[in-house]
């Protein structure tokens, strides 16, 4: 009987496992236990505790760093759903701190100001499961590989602006359907063309789909926009700046689950997007002095 | 997973409509306290336990079970809804947060076990367990603590990790993330037996997670979101190998 109740903690299986249960579901970001409580009665199947949401990071400048643990563990605290939190890209020592605080799951994560600009973590040394972004299939894979048990499309995070969300959506996504079509023989040179690892690419051909959890974020902001992510094929939505920058935080949080949840329901989607008050100003991506954070890593 | 056994139909079941075409509803995991939100939303939560008092087999793993339970401890502030009917007391999170998750091999019960009785690889997430158990629910598998997590449970030696009670059957752990599907049998066995009893001709069990929409062959327009729904996610073996990517490719729908 000792035998065969051996246990096996974090297993890839287990971390990609609370991954799984977020799908279907809306991830908020929040700055304090008031903000994490609005999210959890709208529904959020998980809270991103952050100091400063995309928008500010944006407009104050600066480098941008791990949260301070203070505010993570009061966050912990007023809720009973999963905590996120931020490391910066390569600082595998923010992630040991985050990972001892008992963060559900780690985000390593492009809009704070990476602290290697060649290396991401290595995230099979964790415990604690990690979330990626990704513009395309290959950065999706070579996320995968480092450990990462669940991937985000990266988006403008903080611009309000879904359009990067749509373009990194699609780009992986279709190259996912092109893939499926692909003679195996084929999948080496496509390997070494997207620099992925060869056996992941040949297990997301086998499924028609990234092995593990797949979502959206970066300019989520209306019922709408996190309908459409799901639309295009997605697991679920991260929406940041979205919705503590807006009107009416509680209504469009709430909203914002709803369409989630119905997101093939064009009469619902009309109903919960209705009366939501100001949404967030928003960004455009193409002016001159536009600074991506997507383009932060690759 | 649940249409990989003989004569079993899984769909998605999102409203009332749905829930009144089945015969079985498996409420998976998740987040119990988005679940129960969501559905007190819709109203559905009469409709469940409408369902549930109708004798029709519920199954609820993990979050589900917490669902299903007549009392829990660990609630988020204001408490939360539960469905109730097993009577049994569940404590939310017990084993922990995620860093605390962990895979163990548990046993089958002796009444369902195949011949060979190997164990069953359980994958515990954020897990509920179960502390105290009425007289009329039946403990199918247990899980022994170890000291630490004895003194949580009072000097508690072990905790049940799956339960059945009439036409409710819980579990702790998520038979969903790994590819036996001796758990499934056992919940198929319920909606049969059941089926038996009221006569009814179809064998469908409703399965409430995502599936792919089947096109209609009458019309070549698919609608955008049938088009893009991805496939299903994998599942892990059964076994634990020790590789680190150990998906079962063989069943992928």
């Not at chain 1, 699609?170 to 690892?197: C, F, H, N, S």
């Not at chain 1, 997101?263 to 100001?278: D, F, M």
């Not at chain 2, 015969?23 to 987040?31: A, H, N, R």
């Not at chain 2, 037996?193 to 409430?208: G, I």
Request: with cysteine.
């Amino acid at each position: 009987m000792a035998e065969s109740t051996k246990n096996l903690k974090a297993s890839f299986a287990v971390k990609v496992g609370l991954a799984q249960m977020l799908k279907g579901g809306v991830i908020m970001d929040v700055t304090n236990q008031d903000e994490a409580r609005i999210a959890e009665e709208a529904g959020a199947v998980a809270v991103m505790a952050l100091e400063r949401v995309p928008a500010d990071i944006r407009k104050n400048g600066g480098v941008a760093r791990m949260s301070d643990p203070t505010m993570i563990t009061s966050i912990r605290k007023a809720v009973t759903i999963p905590v996120m939190a931020k490391a910066r890209i390569g600082h595998y020592v923010e992630a040991q701190i985050l990972e001892a605080l008992g963060c559900d799951y780690i985000d390593e994560s492009e809009v704070l100001t990476p602290a290697d600009d060649a290396h991401h973590i290595n995230k099979h040394n964790f415990q604690a499961p990690f979330v990626c972004g990704c513009r395309d299939l290959g950065e999706a894979l070579r996320r995968v590989a480092e450990g990462a048990a669940m991937i985000r499309t990266k988006g403008e995070a903080g611009t309000g602006n879904v359009v990067e969300a749509v373009r990194h959506c699609r780009a992986v996504m279709g190259a996912i359907r092109a893939l499926q079509t692909m003679d195996d023989d084929e999948l080496y040179v496509y390997a070494k063309e997207i620099r992925a690892p060869i056996e992941l690419i040949r297990q997301t051909k086998h499924l028609g789909r990234l092995p593990v959890v797949n979502f959206a974020a970066g300019g989520v902001s209306t019922p709408a926009d996190a309908a459409l992510m799901m639309q295009m094929g997605v697991d679920g939505v991260f929406v940041g700046s979205g919705i503590f920058k807006s009107g009416d935080p509680a209504k469009r949080a709430r909203a914002i689950v709803q369409a989630v949840t119905h997101y093939n329901e064009p009469k619902i989607l009309a109903e919960v997007s209705s009366g939501l008050g100001e949404a967030m100003v928003g960004i455009d991506c193409r002016t001159k002095d536009f600074n991506s954070y997507a383009a932060r890593s690759e | 997973m649940l249409r990989r056994l003989p004569g079993v139909n899984a769909s998605e079941v999102r409203n009332r409509q749905q829930l009144e075409a089945s015969d079985g509803l498996i409420i998976p995991g998740g987040e119990s306290t988005t679940m129960a939100n969501i559905a007190e939303r819709w109203g559905l939560i009469p409709d469940l336990q409408n369902f549930a008092q109708a004798e029709n087999p519920l199954w609820g793993t993990c979050a589900g079970l917490i669902f299903l339970a007549n009392r829990a401890v660990g609630q988020k502030a204001g408490g939360q809804a539960l469905l109730g009917g097993l009577d049994c007391l569940v404590h939310r999170n017990f084993f922990g947060g995620q860093i605390h998750s962990f895979e163990a091999l548990i046993s089958m019960p002796a009444c369902f076990a195949d011949p060979s009785n190997s164990p069953f690889r359980a994958v515990f997430i954020r897990a509920p367990a179960i502390l105290e158990a009425g007289p009329g629910v039946e403990i199918l598998s247990e899980y022994e603590l170890d000291a630490e997590e004895q003194q949580q449970a009072k000097g508690q030696k072990a905790v049940a990790v799956a339960v059945k009670s009439g036409n409710l059957l819980a579990t702790a752990f998520h038979p969903e993330l790994t590819d036996d599907v001796r758990w499934h049998a056992v919940f198929v066995a319920l909606v049969r037996e059941r089926l038996a009893k009221r006569q009814h001709p179809a064998t469908s069990v409703e399965e409430k997670v995502e599936v792919k929409a089947a096109a209609d062959p009458s019309n070549p327009y698919v609608p955008v979101w049938q088009r893009n729904r991805p496939a299903d996610l994998p599942v892990f073996r059964s076994q634990d190998s020790g590789e680190r990517y150990n998906w079962d490719l063989q069943h992928v729908s």
